[in-house]
């Protein structure tokens, strides 16, 4: 008996013309490329988030600091005798409040998270190169932070955030919060002299310090700042009162040197 035959359609066929095969590569790189750029704006959030956590840490960190030392704000940089002892950020390492891994030169980072690490900022330090803007990679990068007391063998952090303060040795009282401070001398500034404490800043994503003057004279905050987050839009910054805030960084550079934010003493 002959078996019947399968019928099949005149003009059917299997698999895909090149033209549909195009389509369909096309549309899965489109979704990729959505998928990928959803999955970057996340990353670039949670970045952002981890920031504010460190700029709260160490906040409240310098307000302890003061509170256990007579209401003084931690200087920019402590010199004896014109050697420079401490940093801002060492002291408070020294005194077993925050920590990050110590080196024993100034451009040898260790490498891992700890509090003074942006997760924005650029894994390298800066040399003490001054940034020219706030989109500049210097100032994404760490500055080399020093310790050189009597009490340890020296060493050095790296610190991607910057203090709103001089660089040069200030009088007192002076409008801003951190400056260099001579051990022989003592003329801390005052936590208690910090005016409007909810909006005055202290501790930023930047270089080093800001200054009047000094090594490095500054007009605006526009070179200070770094702009590292969501899309090189906004910069974070703790205040005095211990909050942290994301600011727009275009208006940040817009800000005159006596803006009482940045000239925050009474």
């Not at 489109?30 to 949670?46: D, P, S």
């Not at 009490?151 to 001089?166: F, T």
């Not at 009047?212 to 702009?227: C, K, L, M, V, Y």
Request: charged letters at 20%.
């Amino acid at each position: 008996m002959m078996k019947p035959t399968t019928w099949r359609p005149k003009h059917c066929r299997f698999g895909f013309t090149l033209i549909e095969l195009l389509v369909v590569i096309s549309i899965i790189a489109i979704l990729l490329a959505i998928l990928l750029t959803a999955l970057g704006g996340v990353r670039e959030v949670a970045q952002s988030t981890k920031c504010l956590s460190n700029l709260r840490s160490i906040g409240l960190s310098i307000t302890t600091y003061g509170i256990d030392n007579k209401q003084i704000i931690l200087p920019s940089e402590l010199h004896r005798g014109g050697t420079w002892i401490d940093t801002w950020s060492t002291m408070m390492i020294n005194a077993g409040m925050l920590n990050a891994p110590q080196t024993g030169g100034m451009a040898d980072f260790a490498d891992g998270d700890h509090i003074f690490r942006c997760p924005s900022g650029l894994p390298a330090g800066n040399e003490f190169i001054r940034p020219v803007d706030r989109f500049d990679g210097y100032g994404a990068m760490a500055t080399p932070n020093r310790s050189n007391n009597d009490h340890h063998q020296p060493y050095w952090i790296g610190n991607w955030y910057g203090a709103n303060g001089y660089h040069n040795f200030a009088p007192t009282p002076s409008p801003f919060p951190f400056k260099r401070v001579n051990f022989n001398n003592a003329n801390f500034e005052r936590l208690d002299r910090v005016r409007q404490p909810s909006s005055a800043f202290a501790i930023y994503d930047g270089w080093y310090y800001h200054n009047d003057g000094g090594s490095w004279p500054r007009i605006t905050f526009a070179e200070q700042h770094n702009a590292r987050h969501l899309g090189q839009t906004r910069a974070n910054m703790v205040h005095f009162d211990g909050h942290a805030s994301s600011l727009v960084s275009d208006e940040l550079a817009e800000m005159s040197h006596d803006d009482p934010r940045l000239r925050a003493m009474e």
